[in-house]
């Protein structure tokens, strides 16, 4: 795999391998301990309350883990949990 900046992904679209659209990346969390990645921090903007989900934090983000992540492209194309 080639190698991405981080500076690269932010503000790009996240989606769904169904299609969903869940918004755009705002930032990734990391364990301070590890170094490991931990969260996909996504600004969900004005998206309907079934893509809004228990996975928001208090900012009205979501959170989706970077083990969800399927492919990196032009767009973050992740799986769902459910």
Request: glycine share 8%; net charge negative; aromatic share 4%.
């Amino acid at each position: 795999m080639s190698e991405l900046f981080a500076r690269s992904l932010s503000g790009k679209p996240i989606v769904g391998i169904d299609g969903t659209d869940y918004g755009t990346l705002y930032t990734i969390t990391m364990d301070p301990e590890s170094g490991s990645l931990r969260d996909l921090v996504v600004d969900a903007g004005r998206r309907p309350s079934s893509v809004i989900t228990s996975r928001s934090d208090d900012d009205g983000r979501l959170r989706i883990p970077v083990s969800n992540i399927e492919s990196v492209n032009d767009q973050i194309v992740v799986r769902s949990d459910d």
